[in-house]
């Protein structure tokens, strides 16, 4: 056999901005063997603020991939190797390609034994399985590749396709046959949520006599849900709001009647225009953090002051597949309504697909919540740490109201803040909560700071 020589080319995880120090694989879009060009995207990477795709700065053969999915990767830990020139070629006769396919039958039975969990990472670059690596799986000799990335044959035909080894153990401690699964991941990946929803259509029967003795129920472990990504930087964000601020809440119902009727005439003013009532709310906290600008800050504990901003940075909070995320919209007290109506639009979207830039999710001064969204009245809201104030917004609903001593049928909500008390007492908050709920009952009001 002859092989040719490759130069090998290193990538390391890049840095990613923002004081990212790590990011988890969640999904490569490459496999051993294939060829990628300068700036392909090669990996997409879930950070503690949002889901990257990498792209690779070298071209030619994929060497070794350093990591598996579900790996948390550190800042300049190898990512990825690249080979520049022609790969190894396939075994000379039948007997190499028979010998190349028992040794890597043997380690695909170690590490079966094992329990590694290392197993063929069934797509190429674009989403499919990739031909190169079926070749390997039926008897074509395996080229360079890492502990990582090395394909292992086709001891079983119709084994699924696993990426994580979590998922084998979970299927494994609930008894979940994985090839009985369909898989919604792609290229008929098995995912964690498939083995989960097995997990919760899974019911004990009885087919014993009701004469026969039943044993004794058996307790099932826990399934243990590592803090990653965006839900670990939720849970360490809120754990040191909660240590480090001494935050406190007040609230208010109000008729939110002309708001309503309000956000019907900008529709109606220009068709097609679309202004949602988060926009509106936006509009009234910036007016309101332009009255009580104590509101619009952040405490800098190690020296023992007050941070107080001229710039409104408005975050609002989003629910995502991957967890809770806070948005930002920049300058936000200079855009118009209908500006700020477009760029929540635009934000809620990139969140959703994964999509925002780092820079957009830092970096806010003050946080809008509107949970009635999910249907509840109100809530005690946790700030979200450095900012000083959080406004939330319950579900708007008809109640009765009073109007000019006459009972009525209205449109009312709660406004929740939930505000640092080191930066203001209960007089400033108590003021700027009583201006958005008089924002919210006369919206004319805004006019007057227009």
């Not at 197993?119 to 499919?128: A, D, M, Q």
């Not at 009985?180 to 949520?193: K, N």
């Not at 930002?328 to 639009?345: G, K, N, P, S, W």
Request: aromatic share 4%; hydrophobic share 40%; proline share 8%.
């Amino acid at each position: 056999m002859t092989t040719a020589t490759l130069q090998e080319q290193l990538f390391r995880l890049p840095d990613l901005g923002e004081g990212l120090t790590d990011a988890e694989i969640v999904e490569w879009k490459v496999a051993v063997g294939d060829t990628v060009t300068i700036d392909q995207i090669v990996v997409e990477v879930e950070t503690a603020k949002a889901a990257v795709e990498v792209p690779v700065p070298y071209a030619g053969t994929v060497l070794r991939l350093h990591a598996e999915a579900g790996t948390a990767l550190g800042v300049g830990e190898p990512l990825i190797t690249v080979g520049a020139g022609v790969p190894a070629p396939e075994p000379a006769d039948a007997a190499d390609a028979d010998a190349a396919f028992d040794a890597s039958a043997e380690r695909y039975r170690e590490e079966e034994q094992a329990g590694s969990g290392n197993v063929l990472i069934g797509y190429g670059t674009g989403h499919e399985p990739a031909p190169r690596r079926r070749r390997r799986r039926t008897g074509a000799a395996a080229g360079p590749a890492g502990p990582v990335a090395e394909a292992a044959p086709a001891i079983e035909p119709h084994a699924p396709r696993v990426i994580s080894p979590l998922v084998r153990r979970m299927a494994r401690d609930h008894g979940i046959d994985l090839t009985a699964l369909a898989p919604s991941g792609p290229a008929g990946v098995v995912l964690r949520r498939d083995v989960e929803r097995a997990v919760a259509q899974t019911s004990p029967t009885t087919t014993e006599p009701a004469a026969v003795p039943q044993p004794e129920p058996v307790s099932e472990s826990p399934v243990r849900i590592p803090l990653r990504g965006v839900r670990k930087a939720v849970a360490d964000k809120l754990s040191r709001s909660r240590t480090e601020i001494p935050d406190a809440t007040t609230w208010v119902d109000v008729d939110a009647t002309g708001l309503l009727q309000a956000k019907k005439a900008l529709e109606a003013a220009e068709p097609g225009r679309r202004v949602g009532l988060l926009a509106l709310f936006a509009r009234i906290c910036v007016a309101g953090l332009r009255r009580y600008p104590e509101l619009n800050s952040a405490v800098d504990t190690e020296r023992r002051e007050i941070l107080r901003f001229d710039e409104v940075h408005l975050g609002f909070a989003a629910q995502t597949e991957r967890g809770l995320v806070v948005p930002v919209v920049r300058d936000a007290h200079r855009l118009t309504t209908v500006q700020l109506a477009a760029e929540l639009t635009r934000l809620t979207e990139l969140a959703r697909t994964g999509s925002l830039p780092p820079d957009r999710l830092t970096g806010g001064t003050f946080t809008l919540n509107n949970y009635g969204v999910f249907g509840v009245d109100g809530s005690t809201p946790i700030i979200n740490h450095p900012e000083a104030a959080l406004l939330g917004v319950g579900r708007i609903v008809d109640k009765p109201w009073v109007v000019d001593g006459a009972l009525t049928v209205r449109k009312v909500t709660q406004l929740s803040l939930s505000f640092d008390h080191r930066v203001c007492d209960g007089g400033v908050a108590g003021g700027f909560l009583r201006y958005v709920a008089d924002c919210v009952e006369r919206p004319a009001i805004l006019l007057a700071d227009a």
